[in-house]
């Protein structure tokens, strides 16, 4: 069961990963290089961290 858990994180963190790159995009298409690209990339900061945690979680005996 906690390795299912780990899985479906997993796939939310990548999913938002994606969508902070996307958004991320949009942004400098839209309104330039400027404060509001902050917002996305601290964003994607903050999942990769939560899966580079859910990877060296998945590694441990005790979530298996």
Do not use: D, H
Request: some cysteine; aromatic content about 14%; glycine content about 4%.
């Amino acid at each position: 069961m906690m390795e299912l858990t780990l899985m479906i994180m997993l796939a939310v963190a990548m999913f938002a990963l994606f969508l902070c790159g996307f958004y991320a995009g949009v942004i400098k298409e839209k309104y330039g290089k400027n404060w509001l690209q902050a917002v996305p990339i601290t964003v994607a900061i903050l999942m990769f961290n939560i899966i580079w945690i859910l990877t060296e979680l998945a590694k441990s005996s005790r979530y298996q």
